[in-house]
T-cell receptor, first 113, second 113 residues
Framework: GDSVTQMEGPVTLSEEAFLTINCTYT??????LFWYVQYPGEGLQLLLK?????DKGSNKGFEATYRKETTSFHLEKGSVQVSDSAVYFC????????????FGTGTRLTIIP | KAGVTQTPRYLIKTRGQQVTLSCSPISGHRSVSWYQQTPGQGLQFLFE???????NKGNFPGRFSGRQFSNSRSEMNVSTLELGDSALYLC????????????FGPGTRLTVL
């Protein structure tokens, strides 16, 4: 079945460091890929998405590129801030008419000033 | 535009009881999905409703059920509660379509004693 494998956390970085959170997927067909973020005590917010191969999603300085050949969707940011501290989830949906999101295990990111 | 609302935000029940959680989607959204979030299992898909019909279902026992009303509001019910049902229950709504964003509510924190 479809699945998402995400880099285990927690990840602790200093402010202004470069961030990479790895995400790979297994799916039949052509999934849409997402990164969601969850701040303490809140629900999930969509950070960025990509719906086809080679698409690059970007938002708030974060980027991820849909790589079909490596079945990956790694999240990157060039210079993290304390406010980026949160839990990040990689996820996929399979097809039109199927809204089910399959999530990775989540990566807790802490940024130290 | 109001976001997804979930009521109640917190709930404490005892084993064997039943519980009903409510979700009001964003206006115009006809798809509503439910997810269970626990530290051990992460985010798991419960079910999705579209136009009052259950369209997808995850791997949960029959004690977990849901429904959707004509105004797209949704409820989920858990009968004969077990300690392991303690979790954050998240509702998400979306417009239907490939790669469409799911908007999450803040969740209902259920504690089973």
């Amino acid at each position: 079945g479809d699945s998402v494998t995400q880099m285990e956390g927690p990840v602790t970085l200093s402010e202004e460091a470069f961030l990479t959170i790895n995400c790979t997927y297994t799916a039949t067909g052509y999934p849409s890929l997402f990164w969601y973020v969850q701040y303490p005590g809140e629900g999930l917010q969509l950070l960025l998405k990509a719906t086809k191969a080679d698409d690059k999603g970007s938002n708030k300085g974060f980027e991820a590129t849909y790589r079909k050949e490596t079945t990956s969707f790694h999240l990157e940011k060039g210079s993290v801030q304390v406010s980026d501290s949160a839990v990040y989830f990689c996820a996929l949906t399979l097809s039109f008419g199927n809204e089910k999101l399959t999530f990775g295990t989540g990566t807790r990111l802490t940024i130290i000033p | 535009k109001a976001g997804v609302t979930q009521t109640p935000r917190y709930l404490i029940k005892t084993r064997g009881q039943q519980v009903t959680l409510s979700c009001s989607p964003i206006s115009g959204h006809r798809s509503v999905s439910w997810y269970q979030q626990t530290p051990g299992q992460g985010l798991q898909f419960l079910f999705e409703y579209f136009s009052e019909t259950q369209r997808n279902k995850g791997n949960f026992p029959g004690r977990f059920s849901g429904r959707q009303f004509s105004n797209s509001r949704s409820e989920m019910n858990v009968s004969t509660l077990e300690l392991g049902d303690s979790a954050l229950y998240l509702c998400a709504s979306s417009l239907v379509g490939r790669g469409n964003e799911q908007f999450f509510g803040p969740g209902t924190r259920l504690t089973v004693l």
